[in-house]
């Protein structure tokens, strides 16, 4: 075919070759004669155009050009050139050159104007499309027209091949559409169903379909669609209508496709009639389970979350990211989930009542899974509402309430709705399991669940049902338990802040016994939290929310962060409590605002609460005491602090917090006694401090009405309410007697069983916590129950000792308020009974009404000790003196009239007060007026009661003490038995029993000896110190204090002492044998002995304290500085004693501060103190009698003394006396005597340099106690010898009475010697005065060598009775000469100034002193000084208390003792016999001398004539007789320290003496009478010399 577009014209293009073209196409268009010639003329003519620009040789725009001018010609004209462009692009595809496929697809994309885009569409190539743009991928666009290809050719058309007639369906909607109302039955319709199936060809299945469409329609006609469906089934095969179903739920189950409820409520009203299965429908639901069990993992995981970012801590920065994270999640979340059909057909199932198929869905769930959604929850609930109506009716709704009756279920097949309880149990209590925390939807279902508990519990708790119903009932009430544990308590959780609901749950709660209670609590608080993801997140929302209120709180803004608090735990009072309690252990500062803020809580918070806080006291992981071991947690103490304050403000139940205490002590833990101390001290009102006050003290002396004003440190205020929740709580559980038993019986465990491995300072802790808690218990029981409570429940005192082991002391503390109630109560009856009104007579009915009372306690007692016991001392004393209190011995008028005071000053200010308003004015006036009447009151009824007891004591005292033993062995038992268990019970104990020894004093009880009391008790303190707790060292140092006071204001004034003491049998001073009443004033101790006594006394507790500051031992030093502090005012109060104490307590100072800062405050507290005492201490001589000189000489005797303190000889010797007052000493004496020569040896050639030293080594202590032992076992064995010796010769009793010549002749001896010396030595003046001292110090040992004589007790009493009246007349004169001079007391016999001139006593000393080198060079004593000390033995022997030192018995020591006495009796009968020769010689000259001697040496003799004969008789005084054994031993090991040459030396001297004084008196019998004139005329000068003297001392 030749071509139609000459090559030329595409050269000339421009010029003529486009004109050409166009004329071509219009000619080709318009010929139209040869139609389909012309078309493939115009083809080719384009595709020749077109292929030119394919092959470069025109451009596509010049052809596009073209072409558009051309394009208007034909109407198909972009087909033909779509054509071309089809026949090109196959063309250019095939082509290899790139350069001619790019110059078409250029032509083509600029004719796209000219072609439309469907139509390339249909002609290109999918990847020419593609390349050009048309399409976006080749490959979709293949599948496409594949897809669409095979739709329109392949896909067959659907026919009706049953020939069915759509008339028929239109006739059957109609039949089912009808009005049913009238008489049409299911059974009619189906006939008619039949025929339209029959007529018109219908499908039964479509059929089947159009009933359960139109019936979605018209639920209302279950009862004519449901026996129709049933009828129907029976055409259909059985599983037909579950598949027709369930493609119904399939056609819903597009992601957006949404189940309508009509379907639900078909396939449920099905599922119940049992027209389908429900495992065959099951399978057609979505989700599928694993889908379920998927998303509920993802929940409790979400939930974790959650909980992990509440509590990390986030800076703010992050804080702002993370919110908007989460906002975007809440933002996807929110989307509608896709639809879940089993939770659909679950729901319509609930609404329908069809418990039976609901529950197996929800049982293929996970647990709350299907109630946690809500639609779910409330159908449920509502089915519970239906079924329990008439239960509820008849029993839950509260009087006066209407409440909105719930119509039942038209549903036969609905579960039975609860008449009985029994019926509850069937479905109820189920449906509510499956509910779980869910409940929390629907309060008022909550609310009557709660009131169902509430009637049951009532009827629970009557009694009469029987066994059966019993049985029932017990099933219910642990099912009720059930439901209360996973149902009700977790739903209260998720509540929001309902606090009504918080009060109805603890109107059931509080029907609960406490044991139950807090079972729930806790299962609520560490489980129920962990099994919900709902409840995981509430805890940490509640935790969250609990620290931002904590760390606001302050005393400010208590009510709004109370009101927060509140808030918070209605819900979630568990995690709230545990939050803020664990706060509080950190944080003491928190306890009040804390306390302050409770008080917008429910009932069941306070509960709750207490249940938290047992829970927290009991946490194992926490450690009760600090790092250190020897301090209680602070935590603890944080926690017993809060116990208090929140018991005593709130009306929380303290049954579980007393018996977690009373398990502690069962288990033998007493920590926990600090919760119980807290509780008792807030609620009622009850302190127990060892600070107290002596004012306050006095105070707690009075009736209840002073105690509470003045007797504690803060004012107690209406705790009335609190103590009688306390009281309720005790009795109500049983409690107040076995706390107070295990309380008593664990002061013991605290140091046998619990003390172990624990530190010394912690026991003494636990044991101070556990008595100062059974004292403060003990208290409260006795002031808040009555009589007839107390007597019901505390048993008599030989049950609580002998059956529960109750400690003596603490069996009398709790039975001593029974006694008194009692006593009262009988005194009561018997003033009513009889109308007498005269002081007598009520007298004497309280003294019948006491014997009623006490008699039996008097029986009872007896078998609380060895029979032993009842020998010295009477049942009846015993039982007195631990029945007794303060309140019956004295009533405290100052603290009355302090109090009475006070509340003047308060009506003053309240007068003067101008702001005041009047009416308030009046009200605090009136309080005022009352509080003082009554205290007033109560004042003359104290008055009363004391004057009866008084009157009850004088008429018992004389059956007392029976002392059939010794006064001594008396004194031992009463202090034993009585004083010292009970001066360590309680600061007030303590004070009563100083007041007791001075009330048996007074009362001028026989056989009691208070000098002997009272040396037994200031001697040798350190055992007693040593082993006390700190809180009991403050009670004896309060005893020792009150005992120091009486002392002290008889030691003050000698008109005090004579009349309170003079002529009282206490001060016999000879202790004759039992029944004889000595009245004799010889025998009485008289006033100047009495102040050296004192002294030694305060010696005595000088070298105790020095001791134990020295020991280093922690509780010695801690125990002893208690005590000091205590005793400050009225010891120390001679300046040399204190100066001793100062030092040591200054070296603790210096010592501890660094080791035990504890010991270093005690120290520097008591420092200080006692120096502002300074200025009130005298020196000695001020103290008690005494010469100068002796004050110096103290120095080269004494001087190791125990203080370190320059102690004068007089006490050395004194002590020594005492010592000889006990038979065992024997031995001492012997190492004394020799030990004293070599120290005066010494003293006399010693150079100058011999000065007081004050060094006392700590080595002492450890000297001293190996000496103690050795001694003591020496004396046992002396005893035991002396027992079996004969009793004393008459002659001692002579030379008791009569031994006034003895004193001359003895200084005589002194003169001779104190001659010798001085020629011997040089004269310079320290040593003169050295000499003197010694003379001195051998002078008083003489002394005391004669009182012991006179001491023998028994035989010399029986003798002097025999003996001649002048015996006696001379003794009372001797008497009466001591009471004028008031001569020194034995302590002083060595610093007596000597009546011959000095160049005699220097002779006699040197006479002396060769007599002691003898003693010290022979091995034994001399024969008489054993027959006297054979006498001493007996007697003492009975006076003998063993000291809690053990006895060591070694037979070989006792052969050498027996040997030592033979040979010692026999030289000093030589002796002597040369002795009496130069006496008589001597006493001639002294009568010379006497005369020639000026007056000051008259005066001086004369003194010591009258001290000479006291000293006799203040031997036997000197309070400590035998008893002060280990006291004695202390004192001499300490002078011992030095060398024990001193102390034997003075015993050495000491037995000469009393041998040789023995028989010289009985030779001079005769020239008594003689010597008794010359006396009488010298006594009345002497007396008023005396007076003089004595006044200056003073």
């Known amino acids: 075919m030749a071509a139609l577009l000459p090559a030329e014209w595409i050269k000339n293009w421009e010029k003529g070759g486009k004109n050409e073209f166009v004329q071509l196409c219009r000619t080709l268009s318009e010929n139209k004669s040869h139609d389909n010639m012309g078309f493939r003329d115009i083809q080719q003519a384009l595709y020749e155009l077109a292929y030119h620009v394919v092959r470069g040789n025109l451009k596509h725009d010049q052809a596009s050009n073209v072409l558009g001018d051309v394009i208007e010609f034909r109407e198909d004209m972009p087909s033909i050139l779509a054509d071309v462009f089809c026949i090109l692009d196959i063309e250019t595809s095939c082509l290899e050159e790139k350069s001619k496929r790019d110059h078409f697809t250029q032509l083509v994309l600029a004719c796209l104007y000219l072609v439309s885009d469907t139509v390339l569409k249909e002609r290109l190539d999918p990847e020419t499309l593609e390349s050009l743009g048309l399409i976006k991928q080749s490959q979709q666009f293949n599948q496409k027209s594949v897809k669409i290809k095979t739709k329109l050719f392949y896909k067959q058309q659907k026919f009706n091949l049953l020939r069915e007639e759509n008339e028929g369906y239109a006739k059957l909607i109609a039949e089912l559409g009808q009005d049913l109302s009238g008489n049409i039955t299911s059974d009619l319709i189906l006939e008619n169903i039949k025929s339209l199936i029959g007529c018109f060809n219908l499908d039964p299945n479509r059929v089947l379909d159009i009933i359960l469409e139109v019936y979605e329609c018209r639920p209302e006609y279950d009862d004519f669609f449901v026996p129709l469906i049933e009828s129907y089934m029976y055409m259909c095969e059985p599983q037909t209508l579950c598949h027709i179903l369930g493609f119904k739920f399939k056609f819903y189950q597009d992601p957006s496709g949404e189940t309508p409820s009509s379907l639900y409520r078909v396939a449920a009203v099905l599922l119940q009639h049992n027209l389908i299965d429900l495992e065959d429908l099951y399978v057609h639901l979505l989700p599928g389970d694993n889908a379920i069990i998927e998303e509920h993992k993802r929940e409790i995981v979400e939930a974790k979350q959650i909980v992990r970012k509440l509590t990390m801590v986030v800076l703010s920065s992050e804080k702002t990211e993370e919110k908007e994270k989460e906002k975007e999640k809440e933002e996807e979340k929110t989307e509608k989930p896709p639809d879940n059909q089993k939770l659909g057909l679950l729901e319509a199932l609930l609404k329908i009542g069809d418990w039976q198929h609901a529950q197996s869905i929800m049982d293929q769930m996970p647990p709350f899974y299907a109630t946690s959604h809500k639609s779910i929850a409330i159908a449920l609930c509502q089915l519970v509402h239906v079924t329990i109506e008439p239960l509820y009716r008849r029993v839950g709704v509260p009087k006066g309430a209407k409440g909105s009756p719930i119509s039942s279920l038209p549903n036969k097949r609905a579960p039975k709705q609860a008449d009985s309880f029994e019926d509850l149990r069937k479905e109820v209590f189920n449906m509510l399991c499956y509910l779980g925390p869910h409940l929390s939807h629907d309060p008022i279902l909550f609310a009557k669940v709660v009131r169902l508990g509430k009637a049951f519990m009532k009827e629970f708790q009557s009694d009469g049902s029987k066994q059966e119903d019993k049985e029932k009932m017990e099933i219910l009430f642990s099912c009720l338990l059930s439901i209360t544990d996973q149902v009700l308590l977790p739903s209260l959780s998720l509540m929001d802040c309902n606090a009504c609901m918080s009060e109805e749950l603890w109107g059931m709660f509080k029907t609960f016994p406490y044991q139950y209670r807090y079972r729930l609590y806790g299962q609520w608080k560490n489980e129920t939290y962990n099994s919900h993801p709902l409840l995981v997140k509430v805890k940490a929302q509640t935790i969250d929310r609990a620290k931002y209120i904590m760390k606001r709180l302050t005393k400010e803004n208590v009510k709004p962060s109370g009101r927060q608090i509140g808030k918070l735990s209605h819900s979630n009072p568990t995690i709230l409590f545990d939050y803020i309690l664990s706060q509080i252990q950190k944080y003491d500062n928190l306890i009040t605002p804390v306390v302050d803020s409770l008080k917008y809580l429910t009932s069941l918070n306070y509960d709750v609460l207490a249940y938290c806080i047992i829970e927290a006291l ?38 579980g917090l007393l018996q977690y205490v009373a398990n502690q002590l069962k288990a033998g833990k007493s920590f926990d006694l600090l919760i119980l101390k807290e509780v008792v001290q807030k609620m009622a009102g009850i302190e127990i401090t060892e600070e107290m006050t002596m004012e306050q003290l006095e105070a707690m002396t009075g009736g209840e009405q002073l105690k509470a004003e003045g007797g504690y440190f803060g004012q107690i205020r209406n705790t009335k309410k609190s103590s009688q929740r306390l009281k309720d709580a005790l009795l109500d559980h049983d409690l107040a007697l076995p706390l107070c038993l295990l309380m008593a019986q664990q002061r013991n465990g605290v140091i046998f069983q619990e003390g172990g491995e624990k530190h010394l300072k912690l026991v003494g802790k636990l044991y101070d916590q556990c008595h100062d808690t059974l004292v403060q218990f003990g208290g409260f029981l006795a002031s808040n129950l009555s009589t007839e409570d107390y007597i019901k429940r505390v048993p008599s005192i030989d049950v609580l000792c002998n059956e529960f082991h109750t400690p003596h002391d603490a069996a009398f503390f709790l039975s001593r308020p029974m006694y008194a109630h009692h006593i009262s109560s009988k005194y009561d009856e018997l003033k009513k009974a009889e109308k007498g009104n005269k002081q007598q007579h009520k007298v004497h009915k309280y003294i019948t009404s006491c014997e009623l009372v006490m008699a039996p306690v008097h029986d009872a007692v007896i078998s609380l000790h060895l029979p032993k016991v009842w020998d010295d001392i009477s049942p009846q004393f015993y039982a007195t003196f631990w029945s007794l209190t303060m309140y019956d011995l004295a009533v405290p008028h100052s603290s009355y009239d302090r109090e009475v005071n006070k509340l003047k000053v308060q009506m003053k200010a309240i007068d003067d007060n101008q702001e005041m308003p009047p009416n308030k004015k009046k009200k605090e006036k009136e309080r005022c007026t009352a509080l003082q009447d009554k205290l007033l009151e109560e004042e003359k009824k104290q008055l009363e009661h004391v004057q009866r007891v008084l009157q009850r004591l004088k008429l018992e005292k004389d059956n007392w003490l029976l002392a059939k033993s010794t006064k001594n062995e008396t004194i031992t038992k009463f202090l034993q038995l009585c004083i010292f268990p009970r001066c360590i019970f309680s600061a007030i104990d303590a004070v009563y029993c100083a007041h007791f020894v001075e009330l048996v004093h007074q009362q001028k009880t026989p056989n009691f000896s208070t000098l002997l009391c009272y040396d037994r008790v200031f001697s040798d303190i350190i055992y007693t110190v040593a082993s006390c707790t700190e809180n009991e060292a403050s009670r004896y140092g309060r005893f020792l204090c009150c005992m120091l006071e009486t002392v002290t204001r008889w030691h003050s004034d000698r008109v005090i002492y004579e009349k309170e003491c003079g002529n009282y049998p206490g001060f016999l001073t000879i202790l004759r044998a039992t029944g004889f009443d000595g009245g004799n004033k010889a025998d009485q101790l008289d006033y100047e002995n009495f102040r050296h006594v004192v ?175 050795k001694e003591k076992s020496g004396k046992e064995k002396d005893k035991e010898k002396k027992d079996k010796t004969p009793a004393a010769t008459p002659e001692m009793k002579a030379l008791g009475k009569d031994g006034k010549d003895k004193p001359k002749e003895e200084r005589a001896n002194k003169d001779d010697k104190a001659r010798e010396i001085k020629e011997k030595t040089p004269k310079s003046d320290k040593e003169k005065e050295k000499v003197k001292k010694e003379e001195k110090a051998s002078k008083e040992e003489k002394s005391k060598t004669v009182v012991t004589i006179i001491e023998s007790k028994s035989t010399a009493e029986k003798e002097r009775e025999k003996e001649p009246s002048r015996e006696r007349d001379v003794a009372k004169e001797m008497k009466s000469k001591e009471n004028a001079k008031g001569g020194e007391k034995v302590p002083v016999a060595g610093s007596l100034k000597s009546p011959v001139p000095r160049s005699e006593t220097s002779e006699s000393e040197r006479e002396q002193k060769r007599r002691k080198v003898d003693t010290h060079s022979s091995p034994s004593h001399s024969s008489t000084v054993k027959d006297n000390l054979n006498e001493l033995k007996e007697s003492s022997a009975k006076h003998y208390i063993n000291h809690t030192t053990p006895t060591l018995s070694k037979s070989k020591e006792r052969e050498v003792d027996k040997k030592d006495l033979d040979k010692s009796r026999e030289r000093s009968r030589e002796r002597e016999k040369k002795d009496e020769k130069d006496r008589k010689d001597r006493k001639r000259d002294h009568s010379n001398s006497d005369r020639e001697v000026p007056q000051d040496s008259t005066k001086r003799r004369k003194e010591e004539n009258g001290t000479t004969g006291s000293s006799k008789h203040s031997k036997s005084e000197s309070p400590s ?51 008794k004139e010359k006396r009488d005329s010298t006594g009345g000068k002497e007396e008023k010399k005396h007076h003089k003297s004595s006044d200056k001392h003073r």
Request: positive net charge; aromatic residues 4%; hydrophobic residues 25%.
């Open 618 to 655: 009991a946490n194992p992981e926490k450690e009760r005491m600090k790092h250190d071991d020897t301090t209680i947690s602070s935590w603890l103490q944080s926690l017993a602090s809060f116990c208090g304050a929140v018991f005593r403000k709130y009306p929380i139940e303290l049954a």
């Open 1095 to 1269: 002294h030694k006394w305060h010696y005595k507790l000088t070298k105790a304290s020095v001791h134990c500051l020295e020991t280093g031992e922690y509780t010695h030093i801690r125990n002893i500085l208690i005590v000091l502090t205590k005793i400050l005012p009225w010891y120390p109060k001679v300046l040399n004693l204190g100066q001793a104490l100062e030092r040591r307590v200054h070296k603790i100072c210096q010592e501890e501060k660094e080791k035990r800062p504890d010991l270093y405050a005690l120290a520097m507290g008591y420092s200080g103190q006692l120096k502002s005492r300074k200025p009130f201490m005298i020196p000695e001589n001020e103290f008690h009698h005494k010469d100068p000189p002796a004050r110096n000489a103290v120095a080269a005797t004494v001087q190791n003394g125990p203080g370190g303190a320059g102690m004068p000889t007089s006490l050395t010797i004194n002590t020594v006396r005492l010592e000889e007052g006990t038979t065992e000493e024997t031995d001492k004496l012997k190492e004394k005597s020799q030990g004293v020569v070599k120290v005066i040896n010494k003293a006399v050639n010693a150079t100058p340099k011999v000065t007081t030293s004050n060094g006392n080594s700590a080595s002492n202590s450890k000297i001293t106690k190996e000496k103690d032992d």
């Open 1521 to 1571: 007789d035998s008893p002060r054994l280990n006291e004695k031993e202390k004192e001499k090991n300490k002078s011992k320290s030095s060398g024990k040459e001193k102390g034997d030396s003075i015993k050495a001297e000491k037995m000469e003496k009393s041998s040789s004084g023995s028989k010289k008196e009985s030779r001079h019998d005769k020239e008594k009478p003689e010597k």
